[in-house]
């Protein structure tokens, strides 16, 4: 039975109004325990017996399937590790609605690390999802740490939808693709938005072995008041391949932000390329919307609304 | 009906205070198409700026329909109904051209509706609608944005500033085709920075400002033939320093 607060950390990180869609694969898990547990028609959801966590299998050719596998943490100073293992079937085509939400109205630290390792078959195309958020009323500390690494077969897709929306004080984000396969790519979306003295960290390491694989990072974030970011998105190019990093960040008051993009190019036909820019938010920008009727503070959450959207 | 009274505008560089507009008085009356042209520096910009707020007026009055907005700041300004199309409009990323539309417009807009805006500066709208306002964008582009946004906003005060500048011909053509509608609704004050014929052909009156100063007044006819006459424009330096410049 999942509790009010439980209900509204689902709604903000899986989108889910209630326990789960009918006929769809679904695993909640609360304070590290089993909430619930459905089965989709092709998507199967195990519980491992090695260790904490799941694996979630995808038959060949699935089409249009959903998984949620949510986390919750509510109790203060609950610290929570989980291992998933996703095996994607050929030619499968899935979406993942992944994300943690901690809720801490203690004064200890609350923390979830997940480590989610995927495994695309040939052909297989998978969007996966991921939002964290923060909340509550406590001196404790919001920690999520995710690390996301994926092994891509020939022609296989994966475009990577991370957030993190707020709320989350100290983040060590961990994201590791290998494009194996030929024909096989990775587009990654990250956003960040941090403030107070919130930390994060976004490393990510991007492997393209397979002959003609493609990677196209896009990260965006916005540091305010006196919180950090850093940044480490490598690339390494290893066949005839394309790699396009981009790096923006919004910084406000205090902020700091750095940014360390690195692509190594080890085939001739190796194509990379890295882009990076941080800066604070132009005055023309807040001048415009403000000649369209918007306060100072309007426009700047118009702004940021868009740039993290 | 919008009045200037006794407008000063200065700013601050290196050698001191620079006087920008001295003395500008003018009064336009609502529903009248004024079209301010002049030669660069002149202080046409300055002009559109400084009645939006986005520049400080050093001394004067602006007052608009009895409301003096001398004092107000720039949101003030727009709620009383003053919009200032730029001349380098800026980008936004990850701001839809829908997005900017619908905050111009201080609603949420039907499909339809945001159509009519975009098909009013020759953008097809089901091209552009879900188009991020950044750097994909050209220039001719986004100025055209920057006008359906300001034709969006609505306000009985509607400034462009150079309208025309990185739009194509074709585009232009409908552009001033859309000036000719906006004025013929006669319900809205436009003031357009221009130095295109076809533009200043349009208005009721047009202005010429150089050196910070009203220098002449009055319809096409009259200005247009002064303009023409004065192109070939010397430089003082020559005549001083024979052709050293």
């Given amino acids: 039975m999942l509790t009010d607060i439980q209900k509204q950390i689902l709604a903000r990180v899986a989108d889910m109004k209630d326990t789960a869609p009918a006929h769809t694969a679904v695993n909640i898990r609360t304070n590290g325990q089993k909430a619930y547990r459905s089965q989709g028609e092709h998507i199967k959801i195990e519980s491992k017996t090695d260790r904490d966590g799941i694996d979630i299998r995808i038959d060949p050719g699935t089409k249009g399937e959903k998984v949620y596998i949510p986390v919750v943490v509510s109790a203060s100073g609950f610290q929570d590790m989980v291992y998933n293992d996703f095996y994607v079937g050929e030619g499968a085509d899935v979406e993942i609605i992944a994300g943690c939400g901690i809720h801490n109205d203690g004064c200890d630290e609350s923390r979830h690390d997940g480590i989610h390792t995927f495994y695309l078959e040939k052909n297989a195309r998978v969007t996966y999802i991921e939002r964290h958020y923060g909340e509550g009323s406590g001196t404790g500390k919001n920690v999520l740490n995710p690390q996301t690494v994926l092994y891509l077969k020939q022609g296989a897709t994966v475009t990577l939808e991370t957030s993190q929306i707020g709320g989350v004080d100290d983040t060590k984000r961990y994201t590791k693709i290998v494009c194996e396969g030929a024909d096989s790519e990775a587009i990654i979306h990250e956003k960040l938005l941090t403030q107070g003295d919130q930390t994060a960290v976004s490393e990510m390491d991007v492997i393209l072995n397979g002959e003609n694989s493609k990677t196209r990072v896009i990260s965006r974030s916005v540091a305010k008041e006196n919180s950090v970011q850093t940044f480490y998105p490598r690339v390494e190019g290893n066949n005839a391949c394309f790699g396009h990093v981009s790096c923006d960040s919004i910084i406000m008051g205090n902020a700091r932000v750095k940014s360390i993009p690195a692509i190594a190019c080890n085939h001739v036909d190796a194509g990379l390329m890295h882009e990076a820019a941080i800066g604070k938010i132009a005055g023309e920008q807040i001048l415009k919307l403000k000649t369209l009727g918007l306060t100072d503070a309007e426009a700047e959450e118009k702004i940021l609304e868009g740039f993290l959207r | ?245």
């Fill in chain 2, 1 to 245: 009906m919008l009045e200037l009274k006794n407008l000063c505008v200065s700013a601050q560089s290196e050698g001191g205070k620079t006087e920008i507009l001295k003395n500008i008085s003018l009064q336009v009356e609502s529903g009248k198409f004024l079209v301010v042209t002049g030669p660069n520096g002149g202080g046409k910009t300055t002009l559109a700026r400084t009645i939006m707020g986005i520049m400080p007026a050093e001394s004067g009055e602006i007052v608009l329909d009895g409301t003096d907005l001398t004092d107000l700041d720039i949101t003030a300004r727009a709620k009383a109904g003053v919009s200032y199309a730029f001349q380098q409009p800026p980008r936004f990323k990850g701001m839809k051209v829908k997005d900017l539309l619908e905050i111009a417009a201080g609603k949420a807009l039907r499909l339809d509706e945001s159509c009519a805006f975009l098909t009013q500066v020759g953008l097809c709208a089901s091209d552009y609608i879900a188009r991020d306002v950044d750097g994909s964008l050209s220039g001719g582009e986004v100025k055209r944005i920057e006008i359906a946004t300001i034709l969006a906003r609505g306000s009985k005060l509607m400034i462009f500033d150079e309208p025309e500048a990185g739009i194509d011909l074709w585009s232009f053509a409908r552009l001033t085709e859309t000036f000719r509608q906006l004025h013929a609704r006669g319900d809205v004050t436009i003031i357009i920075i221009s130095h295109q014929e076809r533009i200043i052909r349009l208005a009721d009156e047009v202005l010429l400002i150089a050196g910070g100063q009203i220098r002449d007044r009055g319809p096409a006819d009259k200005i247009l033939p002064m303009i023409l006459s004065d192109t070939v424009v010397g430089c003082n330096m020559l005549d001083q320093e024979a052709g050293r410049c």
